[in-house]
């Protein structure tokens, strides 16, 4: 089997903020619903009020209630915005969601959200500040028994734009070599991957040849179907690309990411080569080198 | 195995408005990631900035380019604020999907949605207008070749706010009941049901007893645990309920889903009484019967 | 996109007899996971004890006790040999699995077993016969309530080795298209793919070259690592292949899966040709044509 | 929430015979697939050719060839039907699985099976027996490229039987805590839950009262629709009880698992209590107690 060229280059990556959640439930499955929809319509900052993914299962026994769940982690930009989120998406998606509770992640002295404070509200007059797990919690009676919040939630300095360029001689091949590279990624704790199924099938590049009031759009350097119109940046045996885009806690474990999704995409057959965005180091600062 | 008590009243259901589309791909898992990831952070008008959720599965030979689909209803109160959702949801979680192309379902002469003219700028020039399926489409090349969405979707009245308690002698009980129902309710095409697992833990009144500044609070006369402080509308032997809430595209599917939903409860032992919310007739106009 | 060749050749499949059971839950995920059990270690008459898979989903209106399941078909060359599969895979797969019950779907007048009579005995006397549902039932008090069993279940003819060649430039290619190819074949009632996945990635010949006492060895005529060495059947530009095989209740379904089959791998880019195995008629009776 | 009575007894387990072996594939999901029908058919001694199960996954850092994987755990009580399970479930539902590989997991210095020797005469002569990943491994050609399996597989000792009685005030909350049990044993390395979803319904008692034939029948004691009927040793609260048996590489995982899955059960609500089958010591070897 031949192996990919590894352009040696490097990604982009750029700072954001992050909350780092853990929501358990009764169930292992039922956790895994609550985090999916918590973290769903969350790809891009370019369209999306955030970015977001799951980040990691605990097992019951890592728990502070001692039963499983799953962390997740929330991007924005600002401050003020991944506060809003934070309320929108733990009051829609996680409070309603069958048997949750939820706890902080985040350890670091920085900036804190009263969120559990803030959500008690919901329960009318109802809600009791308890401590609990050693923690300070809130308890908000709902229809299907006692939700249980922590009272506060911490707001950390987090690496945003992660990413890999996977060119291969078939579509179906970068495809596959595309998801096990996000499942490479996804095995790295403080990481995620936010886009549908953790792959981007329409990789972008920042602003507009042609359209001043787009602030993204498609790379066609990087699209097979424009190899005859452009200057292209693609191999001639490479018919199929998909790029991988992931956000994590600090820039150590967004390199580990890179590192095990290149491992990854080299055990699958027919992928030519792979490569990463950047923008000359104008965009962020952070430079992810894809060969260590 | 004794069979609940059907309360005999009415789910208050209210108009809205909803696009109903089709999402295509390579292989079903790739089309259902995409509809997940695009009708995510979507349970409740309340915070969400939008109410959606998967509809059905279309076997190859029922879609346009004879791939394997899911249709999705993304619902908004405001035709403006749909057509923003829809642009958004599409761009960043089904465009950027591996493999999809998108369709339009809605048929009827009402408003309509040039999506997919505005979403090919993304394109940047690049993008064709194409006859394709009988239908007018865009072809925006990307990484992985070409995405092809319908030019028009239709924006078409709705109907949101089907509901049904399910009252049980335990939670776990009241669970295996909303699992049911909404499997259920999901078998009926042209309904939805967009809370986490399609079941809503913590099911609200309107307004708020004690603060002003709530639109939504815990509907306290449900709660198990409140019990013993309020004027409870539990009988003596529940302890666990949950709430199943649905759009859906017209009156007749709700009625429908409701239909169904009952039956499919009154297979789960130990559920007690069966009962809905409605406010007089003040929100909604809609009443949704629970004894036909 | 080009479309692939279909070769103008004919899949060779024969006479077997098949048992068609309905196997309900409480909810669907529990049906599904008695099915999947209890359709395990069972992909290929030369090596397992019967060739089963699962069939569709019924909804809750279509089956007898109005909960969800899931239909399965298992088959055997042997009458005897199928009743006795029926026996341990219903006892120790459906019969163990939470919340079952099973009843029979074969309707024809031909051989029955009186498989519920018999698993009743595992209630050591506590069996009773019911009339329910239509239909005569054994009730076996069990663990968890009651195990609901049908009296007799039917054996019927039924039509093994529909299969189908796939060959592609690449081996994921080849693999997404195989994906694709199981999914329509298994949306036709009456079918099953009892391969893992569906998928056969080392499709067989009759017989050996070398060694008398092997029944079936590798198509070596269709491996792609040994063009060099044999007289390939491998268009130049092929790399992987994947074959589908699939059992069905009658000749009808079998062709219809195979046209299903034929048109979902036309979607799927860079596959190079279609082709099915046969032995000159002298295996089966069946010969299901590629091109109708 | 009232925590379940802990009975203060033990489950008995036995003496037996395993394999632990390693599957990988090109992604996750296509290992899981053909894990999952490799231990089909494979719930308990008494009906089933073997006992088998998902062990734990393996991400890429821990496995030979650097692919995602699945460990599976195959049982049966004697060495030469455990190497014929071996034989038929590799070669049957590993072998043709996409893009598998499979490795030895055990390392004592017990029986050995030369099963990749005897397996690779599928191969009809093409088979070539190489040095890689630092061990011994045989190459078969087959049609979706070269499959790859070590050449020798141990056999271990190992111990099954491990159980435990869950009952609850209904069916549903048995179910959910049954559930939450078998994703804590799970997460034990080297300890399998062979039934299905984990769970049994219909938990046995040795032999039986009325029927010589019988080696197994319902334990009537523990069957809440026999309250009436039989000296019940279910308290009267109980109306659903579930079994949970494991089968582990040795006491010590019996050991772990037992305590993780009763801490697992103390988290649902509803439990009543918790026991454990055992026949006095005269059917095997290990007392695994539930009170450390």
Redesign the interface.
Known sequence: MNLPTIEDTYAEAFKTKAAHILITA?????AL??A?????????F????AEAGIDEYF???KTP????GFSVIICQNKTDNLKEQL???M??????????AVFNLVEDGGDVDNLGFKLA??????QEKIEKYDRQMYK????????LIEENFGITDAVAGGNL?IM?????????????AV??IR?VPGVITP???G??????KVG????K??H?????K?????KD?VETQLPDDV?????IVFDGLNEEVINEATQ?AI??I?????VVKVSAGNYGGNLGKYKINLIG
């Open positions: 009764a169930t292992k499955r039922y619903i609550a999916t929809e918590a973290t769903g319509f969350a790809t891009s370019i369209g999306c009020p097992p019951p026994e209630d001692n039963r499983p309320l929108e998406r009051g829609q998606c996680i409070l309603t969601a069958p048997t949750t509200f919901f329960a009318d007059g109802y908000i009676p709902v229809m299907s028994g006692d939700f360029f291969a001689k078939t579509q179906s091949s970068a495809l596959i070599a595309a998801e096990n499942n490479a095995s886009f549908p199924g792959i981007v099938a329409s990789g972008s507009s040849k042609k359209y009031f787009m993204a759009t498609t790379n066609e990087y699209c097979p179907t424009l119109k018919n199929g690309v998909y790029e095990k491992d990854a080299k055990t699958v057959p027919d």
